[in-house]
């Protein structure tokens, strides 16, 4: 992840999203949208556009893929990298 | 308020960090298609089981649909199960380990179609379980055919013109006919179609899972979703369709919730030890007795067939002279009369009493017959063989037997009964009698069985059982001897 | 010897709990309906499960789960049952469960009648579930065996992690005879490296699913191996009068009962009659009887309460050697001793 990025964030996986939209459709705020690119299934995948993400939950809540979406909520310390 | 100590959402840890079960090289993501309702509920069940720490002591029952795959996802003891019969494998599962937190996952052609009978006689025992119910209105699995929750006129593959009620019936209501239940504790519909709805699936969840780890009993979650790839169109329409078709035929309800008033369903602990198991199955009380045979008895060997009405005492006359002959260390064997001789009012039962091995049970040639109605006597009379003796019940059989090459003892039994006061105690005037006439018991040593032969009856109804045996006996010796 | 009167369906649930079985999942239905009288009564003092499922095809699933869960699990039934329960048993073989299913057989086919029969022999020996698979199939004829062949079968099961079923007839079944009590099984097999106990170390998996043909196949392959050393080590038959045998019968459960009285008529008359009783029908005693061809007998007749079953069996094990010919009863008759006998005289002379 992009240490220097602003918590709290939604990072998804762009392989691992299989371009359903649910999350886009979910975000309050407007900030995910689906990506022009294809991932390498040939999906439209979802993306954060980078800020003013409110870490609501939405997007994981929705997410029907268990790894695709993670929220970095606004309380989150980075553990360190061993 | 769990919610609350979370910094960030990610796979929860009640998925399997690597699919390992699921073959090919896609290890690290689902087989569900795109914006399926599967995967949500999935995420809610395994975030759940983390959030309580409960994933080692979970047990997962995936069932036959989309879901079968269940077990490729959930760090958790895994069971795949057959069409429909999750909720009966999840029972045995439960009784097996009342301490672990049984989840039986299941689509709605799975629950509703052909394990119906299944899902609501577990639901009707209040087994200690979660029953998750994911309710597309289709079988997505096998293509996208009409399920019991298709929706009426709802097209589906095997309902090409739209579901027609007239013909295929309605969507089935399963909270509701759940609900009609005594044993649940815990009937909820919610909803997949937006982010409310998610959250308040995500409740409904917790709640199941945490009146299972309690062991309050039977929860059902049944959990409205979508199905893009079997409803032909994309995910957010999909959840639109939710909620303008599916919801107004399946409301949004907590039908039940009574977990809190309801206690903890406890089970016992099994008996294993193995002197614990004797001392319960009574080793101690068994026969080991081997009386002594008199070497001068008129009969070394009995096949005896005994017959009458029912209600005479037939099956426990035999029963009597088999524990007896047991006792007296002789091979025994006793035979209901069973199939369709039981039918036209008449009873009979095969006893055989021998020193060595028992080939047939049933006497087809017996040397004995004991009979107690006039039909009986009609009936058995033939079959003995010649010499054989033929015990006949006088106070009820006014005919003579027609043979003339058999040893015959007319013997008023009933009345021998009725005059001790007892009718019943004709079973026992026939063991007397039987004693006298094969001499292969003595009825002082019947009487010392008599204990054993009736474990729990009062004092009163062993003397009079003794009674009954030396009056059969005494009645023999004087008359035919 | 210590010893009860009991009935053959009640010796068997004695048998269960003896040899340290923890639950019976069951459906009445007659002749075996004692069965889980017995076990209602018996397995709640030991604080083990009885429960009275929803259907045969229930009960059969609740065994999957419990034998899933590492207990030794049985349930009993009689032939429309085991047509029920048939889809579950592929499953446990599949799924490598051990399990215990005790056949009291009735007549058939359809709901038939009541009385015994013994033509469930096909569909409990040649599949009746689907796909290849095989059951260890145990033929008990006394209400002693209904007991030990029982313990065994839990035995067997767990050895091979394979379903057992005790298959006999009515008679065995309503049948009372004396039964001497054995020992409770000090030890239960240890089943900690497949069985779910919901615990961290046992996150295992019950499945029979492998959707990689190859994998199946592999599995399938496996399996045959598995049903091989069966088929070498666990054969068991009781030879009665066979030394000087000129005539030899074959037949289990009730009908080598009444062989046994057979001989005995047939050896006043001078007839040598002998007998071979299979007592296990899978593992199918092949060898015992291929070996009757060399013994130059005058005949060999195979009794049965079936429709010839048995004696296709028989045949193929004398591998066209010799013809074994058949006497049979059905609809819930038992062959007489004098009949077998009468009929002996005829086929061959004697």
Redesign the interface.
């Known amino acids: 992840m992009n240490e220097n990025r602003k918590y709290p964030f939604s990072e998804i996986d762009p392989d691992?999203c299989?371009?359903?939209?649910?999350c886009v459709?979910?975000c309050p705020r407007g900030v995910l949208v689906v990506s022009e690119k294809l991932n390498s299934k040939g999906?439209h995948y979802s993306e954060y556009v980078g800020e003013g993400c409110i870490g609501c939950?939405?997007c994981?809540?929705?997410?029907?893929?268990?790894?695709?979406?993670?929220?970095?909520?606004r309380?989150?310390?980075p553990e360190e990298v061993s | 308020m769990i919610m609350a100590q979370k910094t960030v959402l990610r796979k929860p840890l009640g998925f399997i960090d690597v699919y390992k079960h699921k073959p090919g090289a896609e290890k690290d993501r689902t087989h569900y298609c795109p914006g399926c309702g599967h995967g949500i509920l999935h995420k809610l069940i395994a975030e759940a089981l983390e959030d309580f720490d409960i994933v080692d002591r979970t047990i997962v029952i995936s069932p036959v649909g989309c879901s079968v795959f269940a077990y490729y996802y959930f760090h958790t003891g895994n069971l795949q199960v057959p069409h429909g019969r999750a909720p009966a494998v999840a029972t045995s599962v439960s009784r097996a380990n009342p301490d672990s937190i049984v989840i039986s996952y299941q689509g709605d052609g799975d629950l509703a179609a052909i394990g119906g009978n299944n899902i609501l006689q577990a639901a009707n025992r209040g087994e200690n379980m979660v029953v998750f119910f994911v309710n597309n209105a289709i079988y997505g699995m096998t293509g996208g055919q009409m399920a019991p929750t298709t929706l009426e006129g709802q097209k589906t593959t095997t309902t090409p013109y739209g579901r027609n009620v007239k013909t295929d019936g309605y969507p089935i209501q399963v909270c509701e006919i759940i609900n009609q239940l005594t044993a649940p504790v815990y009937v909820v519909r919610t909803s997949l179609h937006d982010m409310p709805n998610i959250r308040k699936t995500r409740a409904a969840v917790r709640k199941a899972i945490q009146n299972t780890r309690d062991k309050k009993g039977f929860s059902f979650v049944e959990v409205l979703s979508m199905c893009p790839s079997g409803w032909k169109m994309d995910s957010v329409p999909a959840q639109k369709w939710i909620e303008e078709n599916m919801i107004p035929r399946f409301p949004l309800d907590t039908f039940r919730d009574i977990s809190e008033d309801t206690s903890a369903i406890e089970r016992p602990v099994p008996v294993m030890d193995p002197e614990e198991v004797k001392r319960i199955l009574e080793y101690t009380a068994l026969s080991d007795s081997n009386l002594e045979k008199n070497p001068d008895a008129a009969f070394d060997r009995v096949a005896v067939r005994i017959a009458g009405f029912g209600g005479q005492g037939i099956m426990s006359t035999g029963i009597a002279l088999a524990n007896v002959g047991m006792e007296y260390g002789y091979n025994v064997s006793w035979l209901p009369s069973y199939g369709p001789e039981m039918r036209g009012g008449t009873a009979n039962c095969s006893v055989k009493i021998q020193a060595d091995t028992i080939g047939a049970s049933e006497c087809t040639e017996p040397n004995m017959v004991i009979a107690m109605n006039q039909p009986s006597l009609e009936k058995f009379e033939k079959i003995l063989v010649p010499g054989g003796a033929l015990i006949y019940n006088t106070t009820l059989i006014d005919i003579e037997p027609s043979r003339t090459d058999l040893k015959v003892y007319p013997i008023p039994i009933t009345g021998i009964a009725d005059e001790l006061g007892d009718t019943r105690v004709q079973s026992m005037v026939n063991v007397g009698a039987f004693a006298a006439v094969t001499g292969m018991f003595d009825p002082g040593e019947i009487e010392n069985l008599m204990p054993s032969l009736f474990k729990g009856k009062s004092g009163e109804v062993m003397k009079l059982n003794e009674k009954a045996v030396r009056k059969g006996y005494e009645y023999v010796k004087e008359n035919f001897s | 010897m210590p010893r009860k009167l009991m009935k053959g369906n009640h010796a068997a649930v004695y048998g269960a709990i003896l040899a340290g079985c923890k639950a019976y999942y069951g459906y009445p239905i007659t002749p075996a309906s004692e069965i889980a009288e017995a076990a209602s009564l018996l397995f709640p003092k030991f604080g083990r499960t009885f429960l009275q499922a929803e259907s045969e095809v229930a009960a059969i699933n609740m065994v999957y789960g419990a034998a899933g869960c590492g207990q030794r699990v049985l349930t009993g039934s009689s032939g429309p049952g085991i047509s029920l329960k048939m889809e579950g048993i592929s499953y446990c073989a599949g799924s490598a469960l051990p399990c215990v299913i005790v056949d009291i057989m009735r007549g058939g086919p359809g709901l038939g009648n009541i009385g015994p029969e013994q033509g469930d022999y096909n569909q409990v020996l040649k599949g009746g579930g689907h796909g290849n698979y095989k059951v260890i199939v145990l033929a008990p004829n006394s209400a002693q065996e209904m007991c030990d062949l029982t313990m065994l079968a839990f035995e067997l099961a767990d050895k091979y992690r394979n379903p057992v079923f005790v298959l006999t007839d009515g008679v065995i079944g309503q049948m009372m005879e004396a039964v001497e009590l054995p020992q409770p099984v000090t030890e239960l097999p240890d089943k900690s490296e497949w069985a779910v106990y919901g615990t961290a170390d046992s996150r295992h998996l019950i499945n029979s699913i492998y959707l990689d043909h190859d994998d199946l196949e592999k599995w399938n392959r496996e399996l045959m191996k598995k049903y091989a050393v069966i088929q070498k080590n666990e054969v068991r038959v009781e030879e009665y009068r066979m030394d000087d045998a000129e005539i030899v019968t074959i037949g289990y459960g009730s009908s080598s009962r009444v062989l046994r009285s057979a001989i005995a008529i047939a050896r006043e008359r001078g007839i040598k009659l002998g007998m071979l009783r299979p007592i296990t029908l899978f593992p199918f005693p092949v060898d015992e009887i291929a070996s009757l061809a060399d013994r130059g007998l005058k005949g060999i007749l195979t009794v049965e309460m079936s429709d010839g079953q048995l004696v296709d069996d028989v045949n193929l094990a004398l591998g066209g050697k010799m013809i074994s010919d058949l006497h049979n009863r059905m609809g819930g008759n038992v062959p007489s001793a004098l009949e077998i006998v009468e009929n002996v005289s005829e086929l061959y002379g004697v």
């Open positions: 691992i299989k371009g359903c939209g649910l459709a979910a999906f939950g939405n994981f809540y929705t997410c029907p893929e268990p790894s695709a979406v993670t929220v970095y909520l309380n989150y310390v």
